[in-house]
Nanobody
Framework: QVQVVESGGGLVQTGDSLRLSCAGS????????VGWFRQAPGKEREFVAV????????TYKTSVKGRFTISRDNAKNTVYLQMSSLKPEDTAVYYC???????????????WGQGTQVTVSS
């Protein structure tokens, strides 16, 4: 069993930077891929970025490429999302999730956090 807890959200201005953290529990956390998702008010949850178990592979949503960086420190059981050049449209609740299986070409996330609010003012 794995638990993940997000932190680091807050209120920032357009163009600012923010780093989110996803702390995982359990000895096997470093064997999971971990993704970041976000959900804005009135919108569906969307994928933001994912990192594989050892940090050797990452994938990003097109609109955040070049602005967001996902990384992990397995010694600390933590995955980070460094966000820069933030825009009002990045405002959302950000969630991290961990998983192991890929089903039909899609990653399956089994463990989700409660989310952290990011608000970008214009």
């Amino acid at each position: 069993q794995v638990q993940v807890v997000e932190s680091g959200g807050g209120l920032v201005q357009t163009g600012d930077s923010l780093r989110l953290s996803c702390a995982g529990s359990g000895r096997t956390f470093n064997t999971y891929f971990v993704g970041w998702f976000r959900q804005a008010p009135g919108k569906e949850r969307e994928f933001v970025a994912v990192i594989n178990w050892n940090g050797g592979s990452t994938t990003y949503k097109t609109s955040v490429k070049g602005r967001f960086t996902i990384s992990r420190d397995n010694a600390k059981n933590t995955v980070y999302l460094q966000m820069s050049s933030l825009k009002p449209e990045d405002t959302a609740v950000y969630y991290c999730a961990a998983g192991k299986a890929v089903v039909g070409g899609e990653r399956r996330y089994d463990f989700w956090g409660q989310g952290t609010q990011v608000t970008v003012s214009s």
